[in-house]
């Protein structure tokens, strides 16, 4: 890999260097597939360049001549050159260099939207991300405390649900101020999910683990719903927490 890609690639680890670019990285075959993949590639998301190990050209023969043609650079290089520059332990396959997509306010529709209050860590972001793919949330509002979807952790943790799920970074108190629909937040004294009547459009804010939801964004809650305890622990990881509010939210939706 030429010095000034090696230099590139390790540099967008950083948050500064990936806004100062324009860039991310993604790591891993299935991770890179799907981003080359377009029905996979829902927010068309484009690639500068792509770096591959005999391996994964072995694996893709077929689709890499296509892959090739969607990238501005392309090189194949060993398994111990993209360890060496990116952030997995062991990465056999491919890395890939994308670029950011604008930050963008999204258009209010019929449809439920995850908003994320101060979630600070990176692979809890990307496990939510995901979860949300799999219930069909598409849009997650991140208040501007929130870590960065598109850091090599969060990419990763996603395992490709990144492709299909947009963020939007913004002051989250503002922004639902103006929203004119059910938002919904988690708090250890709300109504149960179990019993909550949710609808199909609004908005399910989830907050910080240690301090939940601040109070400048709890004002806006218009259902405060609970997820009930029936053993001793303490709390919920934030994505647990999301998936089992996703989950009642879907069945009480289709009911």
Avoid at 71 to 91: D, F, I, K, P
Avoid at 147 to 175: E, W
Wanted: hydrophobic share 40%.
């Amino acid at each position: 890999m030429l010095k000034r890609w090696q230099k590139l690639v390790k540099s967008l680890h950083n948050k500064k260097f990936r806004y100062e670019e324009g860039l991310f990285i993604v790591e891993g075959e299935k991770s890179v597939i799907e981003l080359l993949t377009p029905e996979n590639n829902v927010q068309d998301i484009k690639i500068q360049a792509l770096f591959y190990t005999s391996q994964f050209a072995q694996l893709h023969t077929q689709q890499l001549t296509f892959f090739e043609k969607q990238v501005t650079y392309s090189e194949l290089v060993t398994a111990e050159t993209l360890q060496s520059v990116g952030t997995l332990q062991t990465n056999d396959s491919a890395l890939a260099v994308a670029y950011i997509p604008p930050n963008l306010p999204f258009r209010i529709a019929n449809e439920m939207m995850l908003a994320l209050a101060d979630i600070r860590d990176p692979g809890n972001l990307g496990a939510i991300v995901r979860i949300a793919d799999w219930y069909g949330i598409n849009k997650i509002i991140c208040s501007e405390t929130t870590t960065d979807f598109y850091s090599p952790k969060a990419i990763s943790a996603s395992m490709g649900s990144f492709l299909r799920v947009k963020p939007y970074y913004c002051q989250l108190d503002r922004y639902l101020k103006e929203y004119p629909h059910s938002i919904y937040g988690a708090f250890l004294d709300g109504k149960s999910v179990y019993g909550e009547d949710f609808k199909n459009q609004g908005i399910i804010i989830i907050g910080n683990e240690s301090n939940g939801i601040p109070e400048e964004i709890a004002q806006y809650v218009s259902h405060r719903v609970s997820i009930p305890r029936f053993g001793k622990a303490e709390s919920l990881n934030a994505a647990i927490a999301t998936a089992i509010i996703c989950d009642n939210w879907k069945r009480k939706s289709f009911g």
